[in-house]
């Protein structure tokens, strides 16, 4: 199984900042990887998949980039809304895995 | 507006059975891969199963393996998850999700999911 290792597991930041979030893999999955949002009590929201492109009706606030093993999620200009815990996910090889989550919270 | 709203969740003894569904709106089912993610309690996501556009093909993590089975109705725009022999390991939400395009497990699309609680 591919493990993801998400960094940092939680991250208080103050709005206004730029933060980036760190995904790494066990082993070389190309570009097949995403990024999803989840709030308290909600179902996920979708952000970004193949490594760097946006879901539609996502703000380009949000960038992905990476390949291979090494990937980030950079989100700017941070609003109340974007504090969340964030979630990685490769979908290069079965069974399909996620990070651990890193919860964005405000400083 | 794609729609996706799970229903069939609810409490369960060890052991038991529950058929979970999940209807779809807004878009053409037979078009997409669809898949059932779950998430404990104060856990993260665990992806549990999925299915090609035509029910031909499918995947399971390996704790659900002989266990639950995913299926679809496209005709009745519809995503099933038959879950037996269940245990605490179990309870969660249970979600389904849309994949992007033709990608098996891309999530685009998420309902907003069904709670499961197995306990005697």
């Known amino acids: 199984d591919i493990q993801m290792t998400q960094s940092p597991s939680s991250l208080s930041a103050s709005v206004g900042d730029t933060v980036t979030i760190t995904c790494r893999a066990s082993?070389?999955?190309?570009?097949?990887l995403a990024w999803f949002q989840q709030k308290p009590g909600k179902a996920p929201k979708s952000l970004i998949y193949d490594a760097s492109s946006l879901q539609s009706g996502v703000p380009s606030k949000f960038s992905g980039s990476g390949s291979g093993t090494d990937f980030t999620l950079t989100i700017s200009s941070l609003q109340p809304e974007d504090f969340a815990t964030y979630y990685c996910q490769q979908f290069s090889s079965y069974p399909i895995t996620f990070g651990q989550g890193t919860r964005l919270e405000i400083k | 507006e794609v729609q996706l709203v799970e229903s069939g969740g609810g409490l369960v003894q060890p052991g038991g059975s529950l058929r979970l569904s999940c209807a779809a709106s807004?878009?053409?089912?037979?078009?997409?891969?669809m898949s059932w993610v779950r998430q404990a309690p104060g856990k993260g996501l665990e992806w549990v199963a999925n299915i090609n556009q035509h029910g031909s093909e499918n995947y399971y993590v390996d704790a659900v393996k002989g266990r639950f089975t995913i299926s679809r109705d496209n005709a009745k725009n519809s995503l099933y998850l038959q879950m037996n022999s269940l245990g605490g390991e179990d309870t969660a939400v249970y979600y389904c999700?849309?994949?992007?395009?033709?990608?098996?497990?891309?999530?685009?699309?998420w309902g907003q999911g069904t709670l499961v609680t197995v306990s005697s």
């Open positions: 999700a849309r994949s992007t395009g033709n990608y098996a497990a891309a999530f685009q699309s």
């Open positions: 082993q070389g999955i190309s570009n097949y």
């Open positions: 807004g878009f053409t089912l037979s078009s997409s891969w």
